[in-house]
């Protein structure tokens, strides 16, 4: 039985630091799940070599509070992660493919051992089985069809990968893009970095030509390199305004600048919060703030209680990165070690 | 009241509404015109990450630049960098020039190695004193000891008058294949050539200041800043070209607004025209005298001001403030009652007047202090090139 309180929700979606909200509309998204009993959360990521980031955390947690406020009000919820096993060797460039492959299942125990500790209801599914599904099988091709004749889908497309890239995707028939697009065909929301806007406009305009669920996009916000001073991100413009992909530690070849469960220990961790670059602009990249923000969702999760942010303490740099070391060894690096 | 007389105070107000926007807009279309970045994206970054930042930065006075993403590198990591910004002795210094001075010293602040040249050859060849020598005495009597006053740091700061440092003239000669007449005329206008000294000292001497730090003698390639008025942006263009071409790195640049003229703020104060200017050597009556008759952003009916407010963007008075008080909350506080219509005009020249006298006093007396400055100048022998 649904009711019409979406005043937690509504919070939720409006957390200062963690909601990319340009791209985003909490009135578009209330509209629309009102007229739903039960819906269905998407979050996909592919991986590297380097292991899993903390920055992944973010998203996982963050579909596990929106799945909790979303069933609080009446909703059925079904949230899915999806693990891309075989979208993280489609690139031209990886070369360690079955190396790749091989870690799918220790991400796979890890993402368990994640879902225990905090008590996550979401599923795991490897893209690799789901590919084989006959729904998706289906979609892919609808939506191939339907790419094949429109400027409109492959202008999108073109979007979505890197300027040095596009000749390379047009010769794959842009099979990635569309891979992607009929995964996410079929669920109401999908959660990503904001980067990934361009597949869910795909998603719509297919999903609405096919008469699919109409998905809904929630962006987080960028995830930034930590230890860098401001200059750097002055010098990279492109990510300051795209950040780096959250899931791939090796993004931008800047693994040794992100958190990596189970190999970041707590000097370096301490070396990258301590000589990080805090601003009290909203405005600006914050990554120590991400750090604390997904400490404090993790709280939240084992404490089972409703996100509560503590944006004020964006005004403090010192007490943020003291704040976000020991939150973040409390309630993530320990827990996950044992 | 006569209605006549409200309904012109009403058409002032909105003649000046209107400078007010053109002044505004004049350096936003300026930052497209030339292909400059806005300043806006690195201003927050200083003032996230510096402890202090400057009103130049705070009030937008700094509003465009080029390359200047390296220079921020030097100021995260705590390394020197290279600042040259000069000007050419033909008057005292005024108001104007304080706000470049202001900049080089937070600069300084942040690491920068300054280099001034004092150019007074340039003076000479512009026709703005009648001799070579006159612009030399103008320089050594006047200018320097009025820079030092500002109080730059002397390990850190490069005074050289151009006639008295003739290396740089061989260095000019070493650039001079790289830039041809044809291409300053085209940058400059023809009048950039119309007499020989001209020619050379825009195809080559002036570039040889901004390209001297990298020279071996100063420790060979560095990142360098110039930070100038928006007049002075092919400068830079050129000095970009031939630094490619020469195997330097192209200077940045920072481009500041100019401190408004006082009869005109559309127009930038002018050594030259005395009545647009507040010289640092002016009498406290002088300083009275020019801000009592200065072009405001105040209709001429009190009651019309109190009703519509002022247009602090077109007024000159308020530029002073702007330009010069170290408060930005008294600024902001200024701003807002002066928009607001608040306080009067009579009420701004008065708070103006004390506070630019006591800059200029202030200045003057540090000026007088200043007896030697040997240790400022640089005397280097420059042979890398020959």
Avoid: W
Avoid at chain 1, 310 to 320: K, Y
Avoid at chain 2, 160 to 168: A, G, K, M, R
Wanted: glycine share 4%; with cysteine; proline share 4%.
């Amino acid at each position: 039985m649904k009711n019409n309180n979406f005043e937690q929700l509504n919070k939720l979606l409006k957390t200062k630091g963690l909601i990319y909200s340009p791209m985003f509309s909490v009135d578009e998204v209330t509209n629309r799940l009102g007229k739903l009993n039960s819906i269905k959360i998407i979050y996909g990521e592919t991986y590297d070599i380097y292991g899993q980031t903390l920055d992944s955390l973010k998203y996982y947690f963050f579909a596990e509070l929106l799945a909790r406020e979303l069933r609080s009000i009446g909703f059925k919820v079904v949230v899915d992660i999806i693990i891309g096993d075989a979208h993280s060797v489609k690139n031209k460039i990886v070369s360690n493919k079955n190396q790749l492959l091989s870690i799918a299942s220790e991400r796979i125990d890890l993402l368990e051992k994640i879902k225990k500790t905090y008590g996550l209801k979401n599923n795991i599914i490897l893209m690799s089985s789901l590919m084989r599904d006959k729904t998706y099988q289906e979609n892919l091709q609808e939506i191939s069809d339907l790419f094949s004749k429109s400027k409109e889908y492959r202008d999108i497309a073109e979007k979505t990968v890197l300027q040095n890239r596009i000749s390379q995707e047009e010769k794959a028939g842009y099979q990635y893009v569309l891979e992607e697009v009929a995964l996410i065909l079929g669920y109401d929301i999908k959660i990503g970095p904001p980067r990934e806007n361009n597949y869910d406009k795909l998603a719509r305009l297919m999903g609405k030509r096919l008469n699919k669920n109409q998905l809904s996009g929630i962006y987080l916000k960028p995830t930034y390199p930590l230890g860098m001073k401001f200059d750097y991100f002055v010098t990279h413009p492109e990510i300051e305004e795209f950040g780096l992909t959250p899931y791939k530690a090796g993004s931008n070849k800047l693994q040794d600048h992100r958190i990596i469960i189970g190999q970041t220990n707590e000097n370096q961790i301490k070396n990258l919060i301590n000589n990080s670059f805090v601003a009290k602009n909203p405005i600006l990249p914050n990554p120590v703030f991400d750090v604390y923000l997904i400490s404090r969702m993790a709280k939240c999760l084992i404490n089972n209680v409703a996100f509560q942010n503590d944006e004020e303490v964006i005004n403090q740099p010192q007490e943020l990165k003291s704040k976000a070391i020991n939150e973040l060894m409390d309630k993530i690096i320990k827990p996950l070690q044992n | 009241m006569n209605d006549q007389l409200l309904l012109q105070a009403r058409k002032e107000y909105q003649e000046k509404k209107n400078l007010g926007d053109k002044i505004s807009s004049y350096y936003k279309d300026k930052i497209k015109e030339l292909n400059l970045k806005d300043f806006s994206r690195i201003r927050a970054y200083l003032e996230a990450s510096l402890t202090q930042t400057d009103k130049l930065i705070s009030r937008d006075i700094i509003f465009a630049h080029l390359d200047f993403e390296p220079i921020t590198t030097s100021i995260a990591e705590g390394k020197e960098f290279t600042v040259v910004s000069g000007l050419n002795p033909s008057s005292p210094l005024h108001l104007g020039h304080k706000v470049m001075f202001d900049l080089l010293l937070f600069l300084q602040r942040l690491g920068a190695n300054v280099f001034i040249p004092i150019t007074n050859d340039e003076s000479y060849i512009d026709g703005k004193t009648k001799t070579l020598s006159e612009s030399r005495r103008i320089a050594y009597e006047e200018i320097i000891p009025s820079i030092i006053a500002f109080g730059f740091n002397p390990e850190k700061t490069k005074i050289f008058v151009l006639s008295d440092y003739p290396e740089i003239y061989n260095f000019a000669i070493s650039i001079s294949r790289n830039v041809t007449n044809k291409y300053v005329s085209t940058v400059f206008g023809a009048e950039a050539l119309d007499n020989s000294g001209k020619a050379f000292y825009r195809s080559a001497v002036q570039l040889a200041q901004i390209l001297l730090p990298q020279l071996e003698e100063f420790g060979g390639m560095k990142n360098t800043l110039i930070p100038v008025g928006i007049d002075q942006h092919p400068y830079i263009l050129i000095a970009r070209d031939v630094a490619k071409k020469m195997d330097f790195i192209p200077p940045s640049e920072i481009v500041f607004k100019f401190q408004n003229s006082l009869i005109d703020p559309f127009e930038k104060m002018s050594g030259s025209k005395p009545k647009t200017a507040i010289y640092l050597t002016d009498s406290p009556k002088e300083i009275e005298d020019k801000i009592n008759k200065a072009f405001t952003g105040s209709v001429s009916v009190l009651d019309v001001h109190k009703e519509l407010g002022g247009i602090p963007e077109a007024c000159s008075v308020f530029s002073l403030l702007n330009f010069h008080h170290p408060d930005d909350n008294f600024i902001s506080d200024i701003y807002n009652r002066y928009k607001n219509g608040k306080i009067t005009m009579r009420e701004l020249k008065l708070v103006t007047t004390e506070f630019v006298i006591k800059l200029v006093t202030d200045h003057q007396e540090k000026k007088k202090a200043i007896k030697k400055f040997e240790e400022f100048i640089l005397k280097k022998p420059l042979k890398s090139f020959l």
